[in-house]
C-alpha cells in the first residue's frame, strides 16, 4: 500500500502562486496515473487534475485550467501541482491520490492528510 504525503499549502493572497508536492512511500507509483483533489469547506471533494504514469497525458478541471499545471518526477516517487493565478475559490485542503483513468476522479488508494490552500482577496 502506498502512502502519500502532501505538502507545500499555506496562505497566499489572491494572484499568487503555491506549488504543492505529494511524496509516495511503501512502493513507486510510477505505474500510476496520479491526480490531484480539492474539497473546500462544507463541499464534496473536487478532482481538479490528473496525469498519466509517463506525464505524457494531463486533465485539467474548467476551474483550474490555465491556472495550474501538474507534473510528476517517477526518479522522485513524487507529483507536483502548480497553482498560479490563485482565487479566493481555490481555497481548500488539496489531496494527492492514485487514478483509475488520469482524466476520471475515480482514485483507488488511501488519502492522505492534505495540505491546506488559503487564498486571501
Known amino acids: 500500500q502506498v502512502q502519500l504525503v502532501e505538502s507545500g499549502g499555506g496562505l497566499v493572497q489572491a494572484g499568487g502562486s503555491l506549488r504543492l508536492s505529494c511524496a509516495a512511500s511503501?512502493?513507486?507509483?510510477?505505474?500510476?496515473?496520479m491526480g490531484w483533489f480539492r474539497q473546500a469547506p462544507g463541499k464534496g471533494r473536487e478532482f481538479v487534475a490528473g496525469?498519466?504514469?509517463?506525464?505524457?497525458?494531463?486533465y485539467y478541471a474548467d476551474s483550474v485550467k490555465g491556472r495550474f499545471t501538474i507534473s510528476r518526477d517517477n526518479a522522485k516517487n513524487t507529483v507536483y501541482l502548480q497553482m498560479n493565478s490563485l482565487k479566493p475559490e481555490d481555497t481548500a485542503v488539496y489531496y494527492c491520490?492514485?487514478?483509475?483513468?488520469?482524466?476520471?476522479?475515480?482514485?483507488?488508494?488511501?488519502w492522505g492528510q492534505g495540505t491546506q490552500v488559503t487564498v486571501s482577496s
Open positions: 511503501g512502493r513507486t507509483i510510477s505505474n500510476d496515473n
Open positions: 496525469i498519466t504514469w509517463s506525464g505524457g497525458s494531463t
Open positions: 491520490n492514485t487514478l483509475v483513468h488520469y482524466g476520471i476522479g475515480r482514485s483507488f488508494g488511501s
